[in-house]
């Protein structure tokens, strides 16, 4: 079985890997006979493109949407509006298997998504089997191919995941994402559950893999230290929404809307005397079900105007990417 990475088709024929329009999901909340409940916008009216072997990371506080949004990305949800795009097509229109093979999920804890009764080699080749690829031997052979690109002794293969480091449950993870060689992972969240020497590691690892076989990458986070590291570009979500989408260079060096700025600040430095960061967002994160009028983020926003609480901001687009903010008012550049 051949385990090659595949050949990348020239740039100016390609279409994106993932398009996404005005894609929307939306939850009833405590309906019932005598009521209709409340509307929760999970995510809201969300643009994004992303180009064949492109990085785009999207970062945001818990409940800002990113998983959400993933979800319907890997066919797990269906959208209440809007379009999601797998190589030009929608993926209403593609069948779960087909799916499967051009989309694979990376999750957060490895250890509850691996099987605990299944041996590594047998989690490793479940896709495989899924999809009735090769004999046992051949499977076999391939799943000893894969442990050695995603950095695992093939003498693991009998072992199973509680005998496992947690960066090696994740690599197991990894391994079993690639082995029906998809053209896109979505990792959500891979490395929080991780130590920081081990999440470098993974972070390494991913890079390493993304080379070898041309893949394209979603990844999610809520943390925008490690998109600088890995990601080309850089979606801020917040209540459902992106407020901000640059590259990944603009939104840690020049980030335009207050969240990310705030979000950028609460990266931890290297420096122990400066303690845990601030955000300096004042009170919480809203209730979704009761969001603010106007712009969402207002309440917590330093920079807040009267406009802010009465009406909702445009978005602008410009040569630096897009923005949601009073700000910027639309046509407006930086």
């Not at 990371?57 to 795009?85: D, N």
């Not at 590594?120 to 690829?133: A, D, M």
């Not at 894969?146 to 072992?159: D, F, K």
Request: charge should be positive; proline fraction near 8%; include cysteine.
């Amino acid at each position: 079985m051949n385990m090659q990475p595949k050949t990348q088709q020239s740039p100016a024929t390609q279409t994106p890997a993932v398009e996404i329009a005005n894609l929307s999901r939306s939850f009833q909340v405590g309906a019932s006979l005598m009521s209709k409940g409340k509307t929760l916008r999970a995510v809201e009216d969300v643009n994004l493109s992303v180009k064949r072997g492109e990085v785009l990371g999207i970062v945001g506080e818990s409940g800002s949407g990113k998983t959400t949004l993933s979800r319907m990305m890997l066919g797990l949800m269906k959208p209440s509006g809007g379009s999601i795009r797998i190589d030009g097509q929608n993926i209403t229109t593609i069948g779960r298997s087909e799916l499967s093979r051009k989309v694979q999920p990376v999750f957060q804890d490895p250890y509850s998504s691996l099987n605990p009764r299944k041996t590594i080699g047998q989690i490793i080749s479940l896709p495989l089997e899924t999809h009735g690829s090769g004999s046992r031997e051949e499977r076999t052979k391939a799943v000893e191919e894969m442990m050695l690109q995603v950095g695992l002794a093939p003498r693991l293969i009998h072992s199973y995941p509680s005998q496992l480091s947690g960066g090696q449950r994740q690599r197991v993870a990894i391994a079993r994402a690639l082995m029906i060689r998809p053209e896109i992972l979505i990792c959500d969240e891979p490395t929080s559950a991780l130590d920081v020497s081990v999440q470098a590691q993974i972070l390494n690892l991913l890079k390493d893999l993304r080379e070898k076989f041309n893949l394209t990458y979603i990844f999610i986070t809520h943390d925008l230290g490690i998109l600088e590291f890995i990601a080309d570009r850089v979606a801020v979500m917040y209540m459902g929404r992106v407020v901000e989408s640059a590259t990944a260079w603009n939104v840690m060096n020049a980030p335009r809307h207050p969240y990310a700025e705030a979000l950028l600040g609460s990266v931890l430095t290297p420096d122990p005397k400066l303690g845990l960061p601030d955000l300096h967002l004042g009170r919480g994160f809203p209730d979704p079900l009761n969001p603010p009028t106007g712009c969402s983020f207002h309440p917590r926003c330093p920079k807040a105007m009267p406009q802010c609480s009465a009406n909702a901001p445009r978005t602008t687009r410009d040569e630096h990417g897009l923005v949601e903010c009073h700000l910027y008012p639309e046509g407006a550049s930086k």
